[in-house]
């Protein structure tokens, strides 16, 4: 049998989000590009383990590389780090097309939000991608009434140069953690597992194509 993808090749390996087989070379190459993996696709898990193995590093001139994050910061402020990572996770989990560059790109583009409003700047360029705007919005909101005077405990007074510390610190996390595919979900998958536990998630929706 020819592989379905590029016509040459022997069609040896399963595809559970194509519902057919394809040969070993399209599914590394167009794993998480052109296919759509479902989480638990054993060839996914496979390469993400070897991706564990083999981190790749940042380039010189990566977004927000040049910022400083106060550690004391981190600490102080780590409830809110945790919950900014939870609502993404919560949003991916109730839209199941979210991959990382969607969250990263949200990522960047409010700690540049924050990053103005530090230097007492109002600016906003919100994405233009639905998705995107709309998890921009979810965390735009969160971190306003986190930053409200009247937000309750367990969050400690923030200030707004604290936020952009946090938000890149989650960005850099983001890049650490995915594979720079345009449909990965590693870096999601990675916060997922930190809330494991948290019943409130309710597993993610398949994206298996059943025959």
């Known amino acids: 049998m020819t592989c379905p ?42 390469a993400h383990r070897y991706e564990n ?18 550690q004391d910061t981190i600490e102080r402020h780590g409830p809110l780090l945790s919950a900014l990572a939870f609502a993404v996770v919560k949003f991916s989990t109730a839209h199941s097309l979210t991959a990382d560059p969607d969250v990263l790109a949200v990522l960047r583009t409010l700690a540049e939000s924050y990053k103005t409003l530090a230097s007492g700047i109002i600016y906003e360029q919100p994405p233009t991608a639905l998705l995107e705007r709309e998890l921009y919005d979810a965390l735009s909101a969160f971190l306003a009434e986190a930053r409200a005077a009247s937000a309750p405990a367990p969050f400690a007074p923030v200030k707004d140069s604290e936020i952009f510390q946090l938000l890149v610190f989650l960005f850099r996390m983001g890049l650490l953690h995915t594979n720079g595919r345009p449909r990965s979900r590693r870096f999601l998958a990675f916060l997922r597992r930190q809330f494991r536990a948290t019943p409130e998630l309710q597993r993610e929706p398949s994206r298996i194509i059943v025959p």
């Open 5 to 46: 993808i590029c016509q040459k090749r022997n069609a040896a390996r399963f595809c559970p989000a194509r519902a057919e087989k394809i040969c070993s070379v399209c599914c590394g190459t167009e794993r998480e590009v052109t296919i759509d993996c479902p989480s638990d696709c054993a060839y996914l898990l496979s």
């Open 53 to 70: 193995d083999h981190p790749r590093a940042l380039p010189a001139d990566t977004a927000l590389l040049d910022v400083r994050i106060e």
